[in-house]
């Protein structure tokens, strides 16, 4: 059997209704098991009535799905993981980088689109109307999404987006074992990373300023950065545009910052944190 899973934001509008359109496509095919959740979603709420509503046009009743946050699980199960934005592909990245080869957009395979155009944006609080444009975005997608799923591999033509993503890796020459454990855990989770600038004489700022040029210029999708406390760090990046980082002291705390406030920067410190919580 294989096991589909679509993610969005809070399970309540796009997931819902891709996992109930991948279900009409295949037609009661019993060797396939779909499920939807969200990167931060909240358990048991109901879809959006709008997303019920369009989905009624075509015959089809959610009504009685309820969300779910995506959980490591449901990953470690899945065969495949189909996310709508690239957002969503950098929090799932991040949070689980063994997936990377299992994690794609919904519209990814489509070839009649660009890269920039592969995203299925969130219509929550909009009309029935853009609800109704969201739900064709899914469902054209879902033939060329299928016949990957059936293949079980990525055609060549089309390459993952996931398998390019990077993490960057600096620190003050307090978090040098740190960032080394950091580095070795990401690369044999299949992560690819990138050394930023840091070591002796790198004040905060310069990190950070590292850091957030590179998320800017798409070098790189995310970054861990670690000094002696991890707050001076977060304060000088947060300072930039397009960087969102948030101070960790576990992986709880980790996977919080990923999942509730899509954190893209997470800051470590040395002095909490030793070299076996990497």
């Known amino acids: 059997m294989k096991r589909i899973v679509f993610?969005?934001?809070g399970n309540v509008c796009r997931s819902p209704m891709a996992e109930e359109l991948c279900r009409k496509e295949l037609n009661g095919n019993r060797e396939f098991e779909v499920e939807s959740a969200g990167i931060g979603a909240v358990s048991g709420q109901a879809p959006s009535p709008h997303a019920i509503e369009v989905m009624k046009e075509l015959g089809c009743d959610i009504s009685r799905q309820r969300s779910q946050p995506i959980n490591q699980e449901m990953v470690r199960r899945a065969d495949h993981i189909f996310v709508m934005t690239y957002g969503h592909l950098?929090?799932?990245?991040?949070l689980y980088p063994s997936?990377?080869?299992?994690?794609?957009?919904?519209?990814e395979f489509d070839p009649g689109l660009s890269p920039e155009?592969?995203?299925v944006d969130d219509p929550i609080g909009q009309s029935k109307d853009t609800y109704r444009a969201c739900r064709d975005q899914i469902r054209r997608a879902m033939p060329y999404l299928l016949e990957v799923v059936h293949s079980t591999k990525v055609p060549a033509k089309v390459p993952s987006y996931a398998s390019q993503m990077a993490v960057g890796l600096a620190g003050d020459p307090s978090g040098r074992i740190l960032l080394s454990e950091a580095q070795e855990v990401l690369r044999r989770e299949g992560c690819s990373t990138v050394t930023l600038s840091g070591g002796e004489g790198a004040e905060y700022p310069e990190i950070a300023k590292a850091a957030a040029e590179a998320?800017?210029?798409?070098?790189?999708?995310?970054?861990?950065l670690v000094g002696r406390s991890g707050i001076?760090?977060?304060?000088?990046?947060?300072r930039f545009a397009?960087?969102?980082?948030?101070?960790?002291e576990s992986p709880e705390t980790a996977?919080?910052?990923?999942?509730?406030?899509?954190?893209?920067v997470l800051c470590l410190g040395s002095d909490e944190l030793g070299a076996s919580d990497a």
């Open 7 to 9: 993610v969005c934001t």
């Open 90 to 94: 950098d929090s799932l990245l991040l």
């Open 99 to 107: 997936a990377a080869d299992k994690v794609f957009l919904v519209r």
């Open 117 to 119: 155009d592969r995203e």
């Open 215 to 224: 998320i800017s210029d798409g070098r790189i999708q995310g970054a861990v």
């Open 232 to 238: 001076g760090l977060c304060m000088a990046a947060n």
């Open 242 to 248: 397009k960087v969102r980082a948030v101070v960790v």
């Open 255 to 264: 996977r919080l910052a990923r999942e509730r406030y899509h954190a893209n």
